[in-house]
T-cell receptor
């Protein structure tokens, strides 16, 4: 069975602060894929990143960075110098190798206060 | 740009009518598409996996006769909510997988009066 836990239900930070969204996962698969999606108020899920289990390199994309720690089964997401446009619900998801279905976390609602 | 389109974005219908939602993959072929339902402030719930040229696979608890899925081509899947009732009001989202990553449509907000 697979499971994704996003313990932070809601987070509010003041604009320009850094914020980290936590994601912890469980899987018995040796090969798997992790994803982060952003869901702004409009409702559309926007793909942010995919990480393969065999690639533990951390990644940075502009103000976004991801820390993949296989030893602790975590895939945390950090937004640096947050902006109001970052306000959204963020979902961490997992897919096992050979499995078509995504396992979703419960999401973290991030509010950036101007 | 958008990878998956969905139409309509909003629909309001009377109880007892049927509503069809279209999901299209843009510029790529998708042998498999997925239909989700999302209640307010909740995560996405997978309803069914749509397979081109064959029957959809429904998740446990999802009524296949109520939520008809047709995947007639490699770029189009449709979800028809039959005999809609107010409790079917929800946000429906489709997705298609391209190169191992699922891309989501913009969603359809269904309101049944």
């Amino acid at each position: 069975a697979q499971k994704v836990t996003q313990a932070q239900t809601e987070i509010s930070v003041v604009e320009k602060e850094d914020v980290t969204l936590d994601c912890v996962y469980e899987t018995r698969d040796t090969t798997y894929y992790l994803f982060w999606y952003k869901q702004p108020p409009s409702g559309e899920l926007v793909f942010l990143i995919r990480r393969n289990s065999f690639d533990e390199q951390n990644e940075i994309s502009g103000r976004y960075s991801w820390n993949f720690q296989k030893s602790t089964s975590s895939f945390n997401f950090t937004i640096t110098a947050s902006q109001v446009v970052d306000s959204a619900v963020y979902f961490c998801t997992l897919r096992g190798f050979g499995n078509e279905k995504l396992t979703f976390g419960t999401g973290t609602r991030l509010t950036i206060i101007p | 740009g958008a990878v998956v389109s969905q139409h309509p974005s909003r629909v309001i219908c009377k109880s007892g009518t049927s509503v069809k939602i279209e999901c299209r993959s843009l510029d790529f072929q998708a042998t498999t598409m997925f239909w989700y339902r999302q209640f307010p402030k909740q995560s996405l719930m997978l309803m069914a996996t749509s397979n081109e040229g064959s029957k959809a696979t429904y998740e446990q608890g999802v009524e296949k006769d109520k939520f008809l899925i047709n995947h007639a081509s490699l770029t189009l899947s449709t979800l028809t909510v039959t005999s809609a009732h107010p409790e079917d009001s929800s946000f429906y989202i489709c997705s298609a997988r391209r190169n191992g990553t699922q891309y989501f449509g913009p969603g359809t907000r269904l309101t049944v009066l």
